[in-house]
């Protein structure tokens, strides 16, 4: 019997990847301001989504040579994303904490009265943000790719791994408890 | 406000994607994490196979489970599984009688139903599931396997990527978490979960639990056709087993496995406990075409005593026959036949006296019961139902093993 069963990834050294580096370092400078946004409303806090948004980078680099044949980086960052964050909200319910506990309590309010409607709507749409972070991660990964990212079904079914119709009922699901807890908030107030 | 909620989700997103600061260049820093990677895996595969090479002063900074653990020095006592005159049944749908439903967890298209009594609808497309407590671990399999852990009700109270749930008596449950690269035992009434980070997770195979709470993990095979099995007591409790061979069954009452050597013509062997020795070994007669060989084991009784074994199934598809083997002394009490126009799917000891099998005859289905004891007969456990070959799915049933 083999005295290991597993593979590695070897460490990537020398000058023949001289090229393999200039192009990951471009696609990072090129995408990382727009893939962080997008970790930001999967996390609902920015060092949160930074320390996502590396590690899928971090996985993204040790499989360029294999990803970068595809024509969508994108799409593999944000799947590696989403299920890292999927990972990490597990784990929080292992230790049975709440998955409202990623969120921080000082997220910023993004907007001001002044320059982004009513305070009622302002008021609306900070709880709608709150809300969206409470959803589970996978409902909450739907709701962001295909109401912030603008994908079709199609594509959100790709970066989630799923079929069409598992994208169709997380969402479906993720609106209807989003309604629920809004209507419960203007009930109370 | 219900038609709006579209409109109104992309603009909060956007507002809060505008507060975003801009980031600093990123690539150095994933680049550092991503060698991090590399060297924590590096040195796993390091630390185990040191484990296994080396004795005394390593040995003592893995485990005592690794130094309990050490190689038989000489080869068990051989038996040959051969089915005694008389202890032969052909199973066939036909003229069975009807009895009652299955003791184990079993999937019938969309609904799982529970050994407690109870129906768990589960999401379309699963097609395994384990019980966990009165909850079910459901899995719907594809290259991104979906996992849901249910509740009596059906309700998923956690989805994740994952695959290859294992369960044993007393609400013990696990699963493979593929994109944490690890493997999760549930916690139970008796006991906490917890998780343990695993190298090549995709190739990682639970085979089941021991009676002290350890997980057998089969990780293989490798390219160069390596494979290996550990011991999982805990997250930072895992030591390998040190035969040679693919453990297939554990004795989820005891500490007993069933073990399968390598090579074209495998034998099996039992071992009252993984530190070994074996107790006996079975290897195929040396003319196989005249009697039933078993290349491979399904599992234990409740109380360990009796161990199933399975005649050939290249495909996955089933099988012709099966034998319950008498632990203690490796011989078979009862071999199981498939008749003319049937198969055998999955098998499995419902009970101490009773054998399970998914059986296929003849473009028809059905659970059945067999008494171990021989000349006690036959019934469904479900009744017959048309299924096409190709349709049918020869593994429905949750084994606890």
Known sequence: MDGQATAVTKPRTGVADASREIAFEAYVAARQRTLLRTAVMLTGDVHAAEDLLQTALARLYLSWDRVRQDTSMDAYVRRIMVNQHTAWWRRAWRRKELPVAMVREDAASPASPTTEGTVEGVAERDALWQHVHRLPPRQRAAVVLRFYEDLTEAQTAEVLGCAVGTVKSQTSRALHSLRAALAAERGLS | ?401
Not at chain 2, 68 to 80: F, G, I, T, W
């Open chain 2, 1 to 401: 406000m219900s038609d709006d909620l579209g409109p109104l989700l992309s603009r909060t997103f956007q507002e809060h994607a505008a507060t975003v600061p801009d980031p600093r260049q990123m690539a150095d820093a994933a680049r550092h994490r991503a060698r991090a990677i590399v060297r924590r895996r590096v040195a796993g595969v390091v630390a185990v196979t040191v484990g296994v090479v080396a004795t005394g002063l390593v040995a003592a900074s893995v485990t005592a489970v690794d130094r309990a653990d050490s190689p038989p020095a000489e080869r068990a006592p051989e038996v040959r599984l051969t089915t005694p005159p008389g202890a032969r049944t052909v199973v066939s749908l036909d003229g069975l009688t009807a009895g009652a439903a299955p003791r184990v967890g079993w999937l019938d298209g969309d609904v799982f139903h529970h050994s407690a009594g109870h129906d768990v609808p589960l999401p379309i497309g699963a097609t395994i599931a384990v019980e966990h407590g009165a909850g079910t671990v459901a899995v719907r399999d594809s290259e991104h396997p979906a996992l849901y852990l249910l509740d009596a009700a059906g309700t998923a109270t956690v989805t994740a990527i994952g695959n290859r749930p294992v369960a044993a008596p007393g609400g013990r449950a696990g699963y493979l978490a593929q994109e944490e690269g690890s493997l999760v035992v549930l916690p139970s009434e008796t006991s906490d979960g917890w998780s343990a980070e695993l190298e090549a997770t995709y190739r990682s195979t639970p085979v089941g639990f021991l009676a002290d709470g350890r997980l057998v993990v089969e990780v293989g095979p490798a390219t160069d056709g390596g494979r290996a099995t550990y011991l999982l007591a805990g997250p930072h409790r895992t030591s390998r087993w040190r035969g040679d061979g693919a453990v297939r069954a554990t004795d989820p009452g005891g500490t007993a496995i069933g073990v399968v050597t390598p090579g074209r013509s495998p034998c099996i062997e039992l071992w009252p406990t993984p530190a070994g020795p074996a107790s006996w070994r079975a290897c195929p007669p040396p003319s196989a075409a005249a009697a039933a060989t078993y290349p491979d084991v399904a599992g234990f009784s409740p109380d360990g005593d009796l161990l199933l074994v399975r005649g050939p199934d290249p495909g996955g598809r089933g099988t012709r026959h099966v034998a319950v083997v008498d632990v203690a002394s490796g011989t078979v009490v009862h071999e199981l036949a498939a008749g003319d126009q049937a198969v055998i799917g999955q098998a499995l000891l419902e009970s101490d006296d009773t054998v399970l099998l998914a059986v296929w005859e003849g473009g028809r289905r059905a659970l059945v019961r067999c008494a171990v004891e021989v000349g006690t007969g036959c019934e469904t456990a479900t009744a017959p139902t048309p299924v096409s070959r190709t349709d049918w799915a020869p593994a429905p049933m949750a084994p606890q093993r």
